[in-house]
């Protein structure tokens, strides 16, 4: 079955640096997405993207946060100047459209800020 | 904000019992809604959905109802099994409205199913 990748599974970073968090969706797929999870908390959405721009934000999507589709199959989310309250788990996602329209998402990638 | 609710942090269940997670919403423009099973440290994986148009949606041992007029949604588990203990993730979308079709998660509800 069709799945999507991350990488890294897990990164600690220091504050201030920055960092890029790589997905691989699901090859059929149009829609993209980041959503996150703090520990102990419920998953947030952070940003849509289709046709190759930015379709939604969330709030937490400020500035330092970017997303990126350099080429047909990668899709990145960069955090420039980390923090540490972005100590998170990092989850993509990716859906098609018409046939099912369900998001599936990776593993995720453990982003631990020190 | 919190349009969708999990109000149970916590189920448990015996194995073979049924399994009943509620999820409440408050977005009456939310037209699709999604289950999903999560392990610690992994992602969401999807489990079962259902399109405002239906009150029911079945796959094998799940089931989920869907109340519109209460703005309710359930997930059963018939029968339990221990191998179904993990967070369960109620998510509603306005799929259809053409929105982007983001996924707003309620708090997870965890299931323990005892052998």
């Known amino acids: 079955e069709p799945e999507v990748t991350q990488t890294p599974s897990h990164q600690v970073t220091q504050m201030g640096q920055e960092v890029i968090l790589r997905c691989v969706p699901i090859?059929?797929?149009?829609?993209f997405y980041w959503y996150r999870q703090i520990l102990g908390q419920k998953v947030e959405f952070l940003v849509s993207?289709?046709?190759?721009?930015?379709?939604?934000k969330s709030e937490i999507f400020d500035d330092q946060f970017s997303v990126e589709r350099p080429d047909g199959s990668n899709f990145t989310l960069k955090i420039r100047s980390t923090k540490l309250e972005d100590s998170a788990m990092y989850f993509c996602?990716?859906?098609?459209?018409?046939?099912?329209?369900?998001?599936?998402f990776g593993e995720g990638s453990w982003l631990t800020v020190v | 904000d919190q349009q969708v609710k999990q109000n149970s942090p916590s189920l448990s269940v015996q194995e073979g019992r049924i399994s009943i997670l509620n999820c409440d919403y408050t977005?009456?423009?939310?037209?699709?809604f999604l289950w999903y099973k999560k392990y610690p440290a992994e992602g969401p994986t999807f489990l079962i959905s259902?399109?405002?148009?239906?009150d029911k949606n079945e796959d094998g041992r799940f089931t989920v109802f869907l109340n519109k007029s209460a703005k309710h949604l359930s997930l059963h588990i018939v029968p339990s099994q221990p191998g179904d203990s993990a967070v369960y993730f109620c998510?509603?979308?306005?799929?259809?409205?053409?929105?982007?079709?983001?996924?707003?998660f309620g708090q997870g509800t965890t299931l323990q199913v005892k052998p």
């Open positions: 996602a990716s859906r098609s459209i018409g046939t099912g329209n369900t998001i599936y």
């Open positions: 090859s059929n797929h149009l829609y």
């Open positions: 993207f289709y046709n190759n721009e930015i379709s939604e």
């Open positions: 977005n009456s423009m939310f037209d699709y």
């Open positions: 259902i399109s405002s148009i239906k």
């Open positions: 998510a509603a979308s306005a799929l259809f409205r053409g929105n982007t079709g983001k996924l707003i």
